[in-house]
């Protein structure tokens, strides 16, 4: 089915091991973002895409890795896991500029717990 | 960093009443999204509001854009257990094309 894929949908990892959490879109949106949801922030831009290998940071970059060469795929790397970083992460796409109002959908979230 | 406040963080009617959730910014947005989440899923898209001053209808949910384009407000008629979720609210600046950023989101439950 098309849409926007995550995974793994659960995670449980030891601070320092590496994770990947995998973001898979059948849409060829140019526009790929990951954010991490938590309770008293909402949700917080780490890193987003404009198209193939163009990669930027958002609000909380640090401790987080992108790499963006294909469309489709968006996979964000935690390269030293901390338990700062226990979250749910949702990776978005979308067609166009946020400006332009066009639509953001979201996957179903990656739960990460770093013990 | 643009931010987004919203309130309230928590409301919790009975069903039949109505509510307003208010989403403001000192900063000025050329859009403004609402989203409504349920448990263990993404946020979903409820409506754009582009225009200063624009209102537009949703069944039972109104959404207005105010007029200098820097808050939001969300009502809902006669609410029903099924609204129940995270209502959150998302601005896009001009200068940052690319990026939306969001509130913290209103947690509404309805009892029956």
């Known amino acids: 089915d098309a849409g926007i894929t995550q995974s793994p949908r659960y995670k449980i990892t030891e601070t320092g091991r590496q994770v990947t959490l995998m973001c898979h879109q059948t849409w060829s949106h140019s526009y790929m973002f990951w954010y991490r949801q938590d309770l008293g922030h909402g949700l917080r831009l780490i890193y987003y895409?404009?198209?193939?290998?163009?990669?930027d940071k958002g609000e909380v970059p640090d401790g987080y890795v992108v790499s963006r060469s294909k469309t489709e795929n968006f996979p964000l790397t935690l390269e030293s896991a901390t338990r700062s970083q226990t979250s749910v992460y949702f990776c978005a796409s979308r067609y166009g500029p946020a400006t332009s109002g066009n639509t953001i959908y979201f996957g179903e979230g990656s739960w990460l717990t770093v013990v | 960093t643009q931010l987004l406040e919203q309130s309230p963080q928590f409301l919790s009617i009975q069903e039949g009443e109505n509510l307003t959730v208010y989403c403001n910014s000192s900063?000025?947005?050329?859009?403004l999204q609402w989203y409504r989440q349920e448990p263990g899923e993404g946020p979903v898209l409820l409506v754009t509001v582009v225009t200063g001053g624009e209102v537009k209808k949703l069944k039972r949910l109104t959404f207005q854009f105010g007029d200098a384009r820097k808050d939001s407000s969300l009502h809902i008629t006669a609410a029903q257990p099924g609204d129940t979720g995270l209502y959150l609210c998302?601005?896009?600046?001009?200068?940052?094309?690319?990026?939306?950023?969001f509130g913290e989101g209103t947690q509404l439950t309805v009892n029956p």
């Open positions: 998302a601005g896009a600046v001009e200068t940052s094309g690319s990026r939306l950023t």
């Open positions: 895409s404009a198209a193939a290998d163009i990669t």
């Open positions: 900063s000025v947005f050329s859009s």
